[in-house]
């Protein structure tokens, strides 16, 4: 039980550590969209999800619905549960629904790549690697919300550019060696200049689901990935 808390919290020290940095841009713009450092903290600490955490708080800006809100996370984090799916092939004879239930609050990108890379995954470990991940999610959103209280505003709005460069890292490579990434990233880069310069009356967060949505089913109805080419990959 110990041993196994204490690989995953090891393994979970690169994660930690780049979720420092980024979340820290999250933390400058919470603050600069009116929310209080400790309401940005809540955020982070309930909710391990960056572009579901980006889109939350430009609702709470524009003041959107309960019901906009829900169905953005809705859409933007339905990923996890197939996530969840995969990982749950590799959890060993210890993990009960209970366990369950509460490893998949901490399920992320990075997490996920790396649990499923475990021959097997106990509850502890991925409570080790889930806790010192998140701790790294946590401190950096305060000491970012922390910054951009205190920095003038030119400096926290240069270092507020972080968390979107984390997301330029996770599109940019694969949409230079797989064409339908491309074309999905710039059908939805087009339509949200649209919604953001034409349609603005249109809310932001509804103009995320539309975006995602649209470039989303483009692809998967013109580039299907077929049985054959899904065993390729795995």
């Given amino acids: 039980m110990k041993s196994d808390f204490l690989k995953g919290a090891k393994d979970g020290l690169p994660i930690c550590f780049g979720y420092l940095s980024v979340s820290f841009g999250f933390g400058i713009l919470a603050v600069s969209l009116g929310l209080s450092v400790l309401s940005a903290v809540g955020i982070s600490l309930t909710n391990l999800t960056s572009a579901g955490q980006v889109a939350g ?4 800006a524009a003041g959107g619905s309960l019901f906009e809100m829900a169905l953005t996370q809705l859409i933007i984090n339905i990923r996890y549960s197939l996530m969840g799916i995969s990982l749950s092939q590799k959890l060993d004879e210890k993990f009960s629904t209970f366990h369950r239930l509460l490893a998949s609050f901490g399920i992320t990108d990075e997490i996920f790549a790396v649990a499923v890379a475990q021959k097997s ?3 502890f470990y991925m409570y080790g690697l889930i806790s010192v991940s998140a701790l790294g999610w946590v401190t950096g959103t305060f000491l970012g919300a922390f910054a951009g209280n205190v920095l003038p505003s030119s400096v926290s709005g240069a270092l507020g550019i972080v968390l979107y460069g984390m997301f330029l890292a996770i599109i940019l490579p694969p949409a230079k060696t797989n064409r339908p990434v ?6 939805a880069a087009a339509l949200s200049i649209v919604f953001k310069y034409v349609l603005a009356f249109v809310s932001e967060g509804f103009a995320i689901i539309i975006c995602a949505v649209i470039a989303a ?6 580039f299907p990935v077929h049985d054959e080419e899904k065993e390729a990959e795995e």
Avoid: D, E, N, Q
């Fill in 182 to 187: 491309l074309i999905a990233v710039l059908i």
């Fill in 57 to 60: 708080v430009g609702i709470i």
């Fill in 217 to 222: 089913g483009f692809c998967a109805f013109f």
């Fill in 121 to 123: 995954v106990s509850p």
